[in-house]
């Protein structure tokens, strides 16, 4: 990645003055170091412009995306994920294909309020998911955009009320924490 040339691209894409600005280019593979390198130039356009980092991501990318003022996501990781098993709950994630969830007869997130969680167990979306059944797909990407609606929630509760006046935080949570201890309970 060349860090000058993006900073460059910034400068003059904000001489024009869009409404917003869509955030490309970040690696999938290396996530991390792509993050912590280019912290300049994914912080949000100064003046209120909306910015859309594009294929962003796992709860842990967008706690720091919010961080540096990010608050508009397009992703297809919550459905991708899903249709192959890998679920989003408040104490991480799981593939419910293992055989672990074979006899499990409790809800996929026990804090979740979502169709899924509320009507169907592990075990049957284990049975869905190893069978192939397109129903499974579709109950386990109920629950990952649940997920997803409660955490980016959780995340914007937290900006609002833990920003200081210069716009930095005083304190943020890690993704653990904000997928435990932020999200609304179950009603
Ligand atoms: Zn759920």
Known sequence: MYEDLRERS???LREIGYDGY???GLSVANRRKTWSASSTTWAAP???Q???PDGVGTPEDIVFAVQRGIDMFDCVMPTRNARHGLLFTGSGDLRIKNARFKA???PLDPECGCYTCRHYSRAYLHHLQR???MLGARLNSIHNLHFYQD???ACARRWSTGASPNGRRRSWPSAVNLRQR???RAV
Do not use: V
Request: net charge negative; no cysteine.
């Open 151 to 153: 955490f980016t929630a």
């Open 10 to 12: 910034l400068e003059r």
């Open 131 to 133: 069978s192939g059944e």
């Open 50 to 52: 909306a910015a859309l």
């Open 104 to 106: 499990d007869t409790g």
């Open 46 to 48: 100064a003046g209120g």
């Open 182 to 184: 932020d999200r609304p």
């Open 22 to 24: 869509a955030l490309g």
